[in-house]
């Protein structure tokens, strides 16, 4: 099957944009063409800038010059080599999110790919990437919500990069929402919640981890520690949004 021309495939863009004109997610305004959120919302966004920690890379005020762990990072060592994410869990991020989440606003991806992969640009440009695998859903909870947007965003980066996806790991319990939960309860709530889906796929290897939003970090040190279990080399981790 021969790929759509790019001018027919603007052109299809701007017809639908006539007959059935986007709102921005954020805000309801109307937006530039390209994106489903407008620019003004895109730019109330909080990027994720340094200082930060080196290990998880959760921001902090002020002003450091020299290398920085905190406190957390220094008293348990996290099983994942380095976290990073593209913005803070709020604003028009956060209701885009949210929407894809629970509202399947699957239009809504591209924008936050773009995110993530301007966050790997930044910071993981020259790691030695031998894979992509994402953190995933339960299977009852992918089959109602229909996608796993973890795994779309990891596809989408991984295409750009011709990096293969592999589906490192499996959820073979649903541990619920976690939005009300301390760190210390988040991190028990994980626990047994992943195994490895496919040893051979991630052993020996220099992974990067995909998840949507990152808060804690509990979920992604828990698959960090079941890859690297399984042999894994090295897992990055890496999430379109920081709470």
């Known amino acids: 099957m021969k790929a759509v021309p790019v001018h027919l495939h603007r052109f299809s863009e701007i017809l639908l944009d006539l007959l059935y004109p986007r709102q921005c997610a954020h805000c309801g305004r109307e937006p530039d063409a390209g994106p489903f959120l407008c620019w003004e919302c895109l730019s109330d966004v909080h990027y994720v800038q340094a200082p930060f920690c080196e290990c998880c890379g959760d921001p902090v005020p002020g002003h450091i010059d020299h290398r920085y762990r905190c406190v957390f990072c220094s008293r348990n060592p996290p099983h994942f080599d380095g976290a990073r994410s593209a913005v803070r869990y709020q604003g028009a991020i956060g209701t885009g999110l949210r929407s894809i989440k629970y509202h399947g606003a699957t239009w809504l991806l591209p924008d936050m790919s773009r995110l993530l992969s301007a966050c790997v640009r930044t ?9 992509v695998c994402y ?16 795994e779309r965003l990891a596809r989408v980066l991984a295409a750009e990069r011709d990096w293969p996806v592999v589906r490192g790991l499996r959820r073979i319990k649903d541990h619920g929402s976690q939005t009300r939960l301390t760190a210390k309860q988040r991190a028990a709530n994980v626990a047994g919640v992943f195994e490895v889906a496919n040893v051979n796929a991630v052993k ?8 949507d939003v990152m808060t804690t970090g509990a979920t992604v040190n828990e698959c960090a520690r079941i890859l690297k279990k399984a042999g894994a080399a090295s897992v990055y981790a890496v999430t379109v949004a920081r709470g």
């Open 135 to 150: 953190v995933p859903l339960h299977a009852v909870k992918e089959r109602e919500r229909g996608f796993n947007q973890a």
């Open 123 to 131: 910071h993981y440009d020259l790691l030695p990437v031998e894979a």
């Open 204 to 211: 020996g290897k220099c992974l990067l981890l995909v998840d």
